[in-house]
C-alpha cells in the first residue's frame, strides 16, 4: 500500500463547477499538508500549504485536512480553464526533510 | 530570481552512454533533490542533499551518482543510461525549517 493515495482521474467538469480533488495517507505521522499544480510539460508548482488539522483558503483555493480520517482535500470554486492540469498532494512528518507525493488527478475544465 | 533552473530540457541518449543533469538555484536553499517522474507513478525521490558536502539515497537511487558542488548547484549523473532512466526529471531545493519544495521545470530524458 502506498503511504499516499490519490485517485488519478481523468477528471473533466464543466467550467463553473466546483471540483474536489482528494488524498488518503496511511502514517499519522505526517504533519504537513501541501497541493501542488503540474501544468503539461511543467515543473510542479506549490498552490496550496497547511500544517496539521483545519482549512485554508486562498482565493478560489481551500485546503481542508482530517487528520482523524487521514483525509486531505482541495476544492476549487468557479472553476476555469486554465485550472486544467494535474494536481498532487505531498505530505510530510515533523522532520518535514522529505515530501511523500500522491500520482496525481489529471483535471480538465471544459468552457 | 530565477528559482530553480535545470539543463538541458531535453536530451536523448544511446543506452550506456553517460550523461549529467544539472540544477542550480538562487533562493539560498539548505537542502535540494533530485526526483523522476513517470505516468502513474508520481515523483519519486531519486537522491538529495540536505546542505552542502551531503547527499543520501531515497527511494530509487540505482544507476545515479549525484554531486552537491556548492550550495546552489546539485547535478544528477547517470553513468551508464538503460531504458528504464527514461523519464521526466525534476530537481528541487528547500529552505531549512520549512516543509514546501519548489521545483525546476524539468529534464525530459529519452534512452534508446
Known amino acids: 500500500q502506498k503511504e499516499v493515495e490519490q485517485d488519478p482521474g481523468p477528471l473533466s467538469v464543466p467550467e463553473g463547477a466546483i471540483v474536489s480533488l482528494n488524498c488518503t495517507y496511511s502514517?499519522?505521522?505526517?504533519?504537513?499538508f501541501m497541493w501542488y499544480r503540474q501544468y503539461s510539460r511543467k515543473g510542479p508548482e506549490l498552490l496550496m500549504y497547511?500544517?496539521?488539522?483545519g482549512n485554508k483558503e486562498d482565493g478560489r483555493f481551500t485546503a481542508q485536512v482530517d487528520k482523524s480520517s487521514k483525509y486531505i482535500s482541495l476544492f476549487i470554486r468557479d472553476s476555469q480553464p486554465s485550472d486544467s492540469a494535474t494536481y498532487l498532494c505531498?505530505?510530510?512528518?515533523?522532520?518535514?526533510?522529505?515530501?511523500?507525493f500522491g500520482s496525481g488527478t489529471q483535471l480538465t475544465v471544459l468552457p | 530570481n530565477a528559482g530553480v533552473t535545470q539543463t538541458p530540457k531535453f536530451q536523448v541518449l544511446k543506452t550506456g552512454q553517460s550523461m549529467t543533469l544539472q540544477c542550480a538555484q538562487d533562493?539560498?536553499?539548505?537542502?535540494m533533490y533530485w526526483y523522476r517522474q513517470d505516468p502513474g507513478m508520481g515523483l519519486r525521490l531519486i537522491y538529495y542533499?540536505?546542505?552542502?558536502?551531503?547527499?543520501d539515497k531515497g527511494e530509487v537511487p540505482n544507476g545515479y551518482n549525484v554531486s552537491r558542488l556548492n550550495k546552489r548547484e546539485f547535478s544528477l549523473r547517470l553513468e551508464s543510461a538503460a531504458p528504464s532512466q527514461t523519464s521526466v526529471y525534476f530537481c528541487?531545493?528547500?529552505?531549512?525549517?520549512?516543509?514546501?519544495?519548489?521545483f525546476g521545470p524539468g529534464t525530459r530524458l529519452t534512452v534508446t
Open positions: 528541487a531545493s528547500r529552505r531549512t525549517g520549512q516543509s514546501e519544495q519548489y
Open positions: 502514517n499519522s505521522a505526517f504533519q504537513y
Open positions: 497547511t500544517y496539521s488539522s
Open positions: 505531498a505530505t510530510a512528518p515533523g522532520s518535514a526533510r522529505q515530501l511523500t
Open positions: 533562493m539560498n536553499h539548505n537542502s
Open positions: 542533499s540536505a546542505s552542502e558536502g551531503t547527499t
